[in-house]
């Protein structure tokens, strides 16, 4: 029983640390995606500038959930790591050539455009590996005794770059919603136009993976349309497109703020899908929580150590967000 409640507690802090790292990374990474159809150089530094103060914070979540993963799930790491090389590589360079753009950017001069193409580049690409590694992840992956025989190239597929695409859009409408909260003129009133188109674009995506995803695995078809399962789920589309109107009459309303609250409570109504879904299984298709986690001990010692560090990280979350609450201007300091 000590087992299995501490690996219960692992799936939640890696969940967390994941979900936390979808949401803030997914919002500069929309700023970012975002980037090179603003309408003009003034209104892409102000763009930069609402990020500015906390992207590389936000990247903090990933290594989080990476260094959990590692320690509590060895078997996980073993498998994702060969099986996804590749878009893992690509994602890795992505956010480095993404960070030297925002150290030089405001410091070059004849070289900008250079550093603008490094950012768009490095989070459009970024998100799209990101969706990549999903869909491979809701796929699976073929395994024999918890090592990884498949091939190199198993990741890209039809679904797999469907979701990265998805995931492209996802990130651009977050990131739209927010640029809408934290500026204000030209900049602002460019956002509001395009928020409408990617919401559109986001809710289609949602439709089509929600549609596949059972269609791939008949185990969880069952799961979603078995009695009494059909009567929990049948209340999440109705609320997913309550939430999708509160988002469109928010935009039409010009609320600065509500937008952006729409589209984190669309993020969670689909993170917390996918995991009920794909639930007890951390590995498709048939390899379960219990089965890839560590040894009790190494579960416990970690522990100890996310519970000195977490709140730490909550912390100089929380403080970064607060002290630069507020909108940003043309005027606002960023990186210079």
């Known amino acids: 029983m000590e087992t ?4 219960l507690i692992w799936a939640l802090i890696i969940a967390i640390g994941v979900f936390m790292y979808v949401l803030m990374d997914g919002f500069d990474l929309g700023v970012g995606i975002l980037f090179p159809f603003a309408p003009g150089e003034e209104a892409r530094d102000t763009m930069m500038n609402t990020v500015a103060p906390v992207w590389d914070g936000n990247e903090t979540w990933l290594v989080l959930g990476g260094a959990g993963l590692l320690g509590a799930f060895p078997m996980v790491y073993s498998v994702l790591l060969p099986a996804l090389y590749l878009p893992v590589l690509f994602m890795l360079v992505a ?3 993404r960070g030297v753009a925002f150290e030089f950017r405001f410091k070059a001069k004849q070289s900008k455009w250079l550093w603008d193409i490094s950012f768009t580049v490095g989070s459009t690409l970024a998100a799209f590996t990101q969706g990549i590694i999903l869909g491979a992840f809701i796929q699976g992956f073929e395994v024999q005794d918890g090592t990884y025989v498949g091939g190199m190239f198993d990741w890209l597929t039809p679904f797999s770059i469907m979701t990265g695409f998805g995931l492209v859009a996802g990130y651009a409408l977050i990131g739209c919603a927010w640029i809408i909260m934290k500026t204000l003129g030209d900049v602002r009133e460019w956002a509001y136009s395009i928020a ?3 919401l559109l674009i986001t809710l289609l995506v949602v ?4 549609v596949w995803t059972p269609l791939m695995h008949e ?7 078995s009695l009494p399962n059909l009567f929990y789920f049948a209340p999440v589309p109705i609320v997913t497109a309550g939430i999708a109107l509160l988002f469109y009459r928010a935009l039409h309303q010009r609320n600065d703020f509500l937008p952006f609250f729409c589209a984190l409570g669309l993020y969670i109504l689909s993170y917390t899908g996918l995991a009920i879904s794909l639930w007890p299984n951390v590995i498709q298709p048939d390899i379960t929580l219990w089965e890839a986690a560590s040894a009790p001990e190494s579960q416990l010692f970690l522990l100890l150590g996310v519970l000195f560090t977490l709140p730490i990280i909550l912390g100089y979350t929380t403080w970064t967000y ?6 940003v201007t043309k005027d606002s300091v960023g990186y210079h």
Do not use: N, P, Y
Not at 207 to 210: I, L
Not at 219 to 225: H, K, M, S, Y
């Open 4 to 7: 299995i409640d501490l690996t």
């Open 196 to 198: 409408d188109r990617l």
């Open 95 to 97: 956010l480095i050539f």
């Open 219 to 225: 185990a969880i078809a069952e799961r979603w349309f």
């Open 207 to 210: 439709a089509v993976v929600s």
């Open 322 to 327: 607060w002290v630069f609450r507020g909108k």
